[in-house]
C-alpha cells in the first residue's frame, strides 16, 4: 500500500525560473493539502484541493503560485519566476475526506540559486 | 482563528529518561489535536491524535499525549527515550471546516546517550 508520493525529492532552480512539484495521493484517497515549511519553521498550510476543484487557497501567495488536481494523474503545485524566498520544503497530504487524518509525503526541497 | 504554540525549540535528555514536550493551542470551536514527528530530511509522520473521548491518547513508539481543555494544552510525554527519537515534533490543530492543519514551530528532542 503505497503512500503519498512526492517528485522531486530535490529541485533546484534558478532566479526566474519555474518549479514543478508533483503529489500522488494515497490510493483511495481524493483530497490533496499542500503545505510549505521554511528553514527552521513550522508547516504553513497553503492550499487544498479535491479532483478537479480549488476547495481553500488562503494561505497560496497572491501572485507566481498556482495549484491543480487534475481528473487523471497527480496534483501539481507551479512557482512561476521562483526567487530565492521560495526556497523550502513543500509537503502535500492526502486523505479520504474532510476532518479525516491527514497523511504526509516525503516532501519536496526547493531550493532556488 | 486557531494557533498552536510549542513552548520549547529544542529539548535536550539523555537516554532512558523521560520527557515532556508541551503544546498549547486556542481556538474558539472545538478541534482535533496531533502529534506529527520529523526525521531529518523526511515527511511527517502521524504520531497520535485526539478526536474524541478518552482524554489520554496512546501512540506509536511509545508516545502518549494528554488533552486538557480547561488548560487547551496536548502535551506529549514518553517515560523513557531512545537514541532514534531524536527528532523534530510538531503539534497540530485541525480546524472545524477539516480542509487544514495548523501547526506549531516544533520542537527539536535531542537524546544523549
Known amino acids: 500500500n503505497a503512500g503519498v508520493m512526492q517528485n522531486p525529492r530535490h529541485l533546484v532552480r534558478r532566479r526566474g525560473q519555474e518549479a514543478r512539484l508533483r503529489c500522488s495521493p494515497m490510493k483511495g484517497h481524493s483530497h490533496v493539502y499542500w503545505y510549505r515549511q521554511l528553514p527552521e519553521e513550522g508547516l504553513k498550510f497553503m492550499v487544498y484541493?479535491?479532483?478537479?476543484?480549488?476547495?481553500?487557497e488562503s494561505g497560496m501567495p497572491k501572485e507566481r503560485f498556482s495549484a491543480e488536481f487534475p481528473k487523471e494523474g497527480p496534483s501539481i503545485l507551479r512557482i512561476q519566476q521562483v526567487v530565492r524566498g521560495d526556497s523550502a520544503a513543500y509537503f502535500c497530504?492526502?486523505?479520504?475526506?474532510?476532518?479525516?487524518?491527514?497523511?504526509f509525503g516525503p516532501g519536496t526541497r526547493l531550493l532556488v540559486l | 482563528a486557531q494557533s498552536v504554540t510549542q513552548l520549547d525549540s529544542q529539548v535536550p535528555v539523555f537516554e532512558e529518561a523521560p520527557v515532556e514536550l508541551r503544546c498549547n493551542y486556542s481556538?474558539?470551536?472545538?478541534?482535533?489535536l496531533f502529534w506529527y514527528v520529523q526525521y531529518p530530511n523526511q515527511g511527517l509522520q502521524l504520531l497520535l491524535k485526539y478526536l474524541s473521548g478518552s482524554t489520554l491518547v496512546k501512540g506509536i513508539n511509545g508516545f502518549e499525549a494528554e488533552f486538557n481543555k480547561s488548560q487547551t494544552s496536548f502535551h506529549l510525554r514518553k517515560p523513557s527515550v531512545h537514541i532514534s527519537d531524536t527528532a523534530e515534533y510538531f503539534c497540530a490543530v485541525q480546524n472545524n471546516a477539516g480542509n487544514m492543519l495548523t501547526f506549531g514551530g516544533g520542537t527539536r528532542l535531542m537524546v544523549k546517550p
Open positions: 497530504a492526502s486523505t479520504t475526506g474532510t476532518r479525516e487524518t491527514q497523511y
Open positions: 481556538s474558539s470551536v472545538s478541534v482535533y
Open positions: 484541493l479535491q479532483k478537479e476543484n480549488i476547495i481553500d
